[in-house]
Structure formats: C-alpha cells, structure tokens
C-alpha cells in the first residue's frame, strides 16, 4: 500500500463518529438515523446522564463557593465582635483604673488635711510625692504605653506633682507657724487636684 493510497483513505470513524456497540459511524445524521432505536435510546440517555452529571458539579462547586464565603463572612463577623469586645475591656479597664486613683487623691488630701487639723499623727514624710502613689507609678510604667500619645496625659504631669508638692509644703509651713503660707499653699493643690481630675476625665474618655 503506497503512502498516496494511505493519505486518500477516510478519516477514522473513530475520530469522527458516535460509540455504539457495533463501533463508530460518521457524524452524518442519515447515518445516525440507521442505528438501531434501541442504541440510538442508549446513546441520548447517555448523553442526558453526562449533561446531568455536568449540572451535578457546577451546582456542587457553586455550593462550595457560597460556603466559601459564607465562611469568610462568619470568620470576619467574629473577628469584629472580637475586636469590639476587646475595646470594651480597655476602656472599662481605663474607667476603672481613672476612679481608684481619683479615690486615692482624695484619701490622699484628706490625710493633708488630718495632719493639719491635728487629728492625724501622720509624719510629713510618710506623704508620698508624685512619683511614688499609684497614679505616678502607673504615668512612668510600660503600662501607660497606649495613652502617651493622648494629650491629656502629656499636661498630666505637671498638675499632679503640683497636688503632691503644695500638699506636702502647707504641712511644713503648719510646722513653721507659718499659717498664711499654709492656706496659700492648700489653695494651690486643690486648683492643681481640679486639673488632675479634669485630665483623667479626658483619658477615660479617650
């Protein structure tokens, strides 16, 4: 057979035609219409099973899509909440923290003002100065880190040490007789205590 003759032939059927269990024809619809009914049955229901089974995995992967998404959808919402839960801790925690020391100023004042009416036997320097009570502790700690950048603990300092140090000197001046002094000195820690709680107001609320 010379290879002229072998590129004349007819393409194979196999190539061109439908499956049936005699083999292939070619794709000529009056070709289609001798196969026998009952094959030409098999090859339609066949072919509606691979048209069945194509919708099968498109609904089956668009279901895994939208649970996908709704996974990333649930995944989110509680990252949110999270979050928020998160940031109603700190700033209960903040709120908490700003009225125990306000507490403490106050208990504080109140032994300045024991010691000076003389129903305290408290010594002068048993008053801890601005650096040492729970608030000064707290303002130079790592603890402070996230409110640095506010500006009411930047003007906090100063009025603090001011309650510390005026309260301290009124006691000093009591001792010298030095009453005026005294009054004078009492006046400015509680314009400087005012200052302190108007700031620690201002942390509590961000």
């Known amino acids: 057979e010379s290879t002229g003759d072998r590129d004349q032939r007819s393409p194979s059927p196999k190539s061109l035609g439908w499956a049936t269990r005699q083999g292939y024809i070619d794709r000529n619809p009056l070709q289609y219409l001798e196969i ?13 099973e691979t048209v069945t089974s194509v919708e099968d995995i498109q609904q089956n992967n668009t279901q895994l899509s939208t649970s996908f998404d709704t996974l990333n959808n ?13 940031e109603t801790i700190i700033n209960a925690a903040t709120r908490s923290f700003v009225q125990t020391v306000k507490l403490d100023h ?55 040490r001011e309650v510390h140090r005026n309260g301290v000197e009124a006691l000093v ?4 007789g030095n009453k005026d002094a ?9 314009a400087a205590s005012e200052r302190v709680m108007h700031i620690l107001d201002q942390i509590a609320n961000g």
């Open 36 to 48: 026998p009914a009952g094959e030409r049955k098999e090859i339609i229901n066949k072919t509606g």
């Open 74 to 86: 649930d995944y989110s919402s509680i990252m949110n909440h999270c979050n928020s839960m998160k």
């Open 106 to 160: 106050i208990v504080w004042k109140g032994e300045v003002y024991a010691v000076a009416n003389g129903t305290s036997n408290k010594s002068i320097d048993d008053f801890s100065d601005h650096t040492m009570c729970r608030l000064g502790k707290w303002y130079n700690s790592e603890q402070s880190n996230g409110f640095k950048q506010l500006n009411a603990y930047r003007q906090l300092e100063e009025p603090h």
């Open 173 to 176: 001046m009591l001792q010298t």
């Open 182 to 190: 005294a009054i004078n000195h009492i006046n400015k820690m509680e």
